[in-house]
């Protein structure tokens, strides 16, 4: 009798080990910590043009996040051209951005340099530039829709632009296409 006891208890005591380390596993795999906030997909790529922002004055730019994400960090760059006559200004903006929301609404922060090379003379028809070849500071709080699969893309934004003689408030509006 001692026997079939101590022979069922080890059959007892091997079930519940192999059922308690099953259900280890189980919580061990469901316990991954997962970033819910971000919208996972495929990463969108985007190409706009611009009027103001952080290209002053008319760009062509290209957008994409650096995950498989929608949302969370990505990078812009772009490069833009003004002429008025005998004034002229070319520029390369870049920003690291964040991207807050869900669906296809968004909240834009960027910050990043612009290069900058402009030639003015008294001879312009509308503006008189200075003739200046460095880099700008400029940051990026707007609004951006952009659609799920692809499509659409329409961005508005205030711009702050930083100079060695201070600051210009400005803004931009963008519309592109989302592939």
């Not at 009798?1 to 308690?20: H, N």
């Not at 190409?47 to 995950?67: C, H, K, M, Q, S």
């Not at 070319?90 to 951005?97: G, H, S, V």
């Amino acid at each position: 009798m001692m026997k079939s006891f101590i022979l069922k208890s080890f059959f007892l005591l091997l079930f519940a080990t192999s059922y308690l380390c099953s259900k280890a596993q189980n919580l061990e795999e469901d316990t991954v910590k997962r970033d819910s906030t971000s919208i996972t997909g495929k990463k969108p790529r985007t190409v706009f043009l611009e009027i103001g922002g952080p290209g002053l004055a008319f760009t062509v730019n290209y957008d994409t996040r650096f995950g498989n994400t929608r949302n969370k960090w990505g990078y812009r760059i772009g490069m833009g051209y003004y002429n008025t006559g005998a004034n002229s200004v070319f520029t390369i903006p870049f920003q690291i951005n964040y991207l807050h929301g869900s669906g296809n609404n968004f909240l834009e922060l960027g910050a990043g340099p612009t290069f900058i090379n402009s030639k003015g003379s008294t001879k312009g028809v509308t503006y008189q530039f200075d003739d200046v070849t460095g880099f700008i500071g400029t940051a990026t709080v707007g609004y951006r829709y952009q659609q799920d699969n692809g499509g659409i893309n329409f961005r508005i934004a205030f711009v702050p632009i930083f100079y060695d003689e201070g600051v210009i408030l400005g803004g931009g509006i963008s519309f592109g296409y989302t592939f």
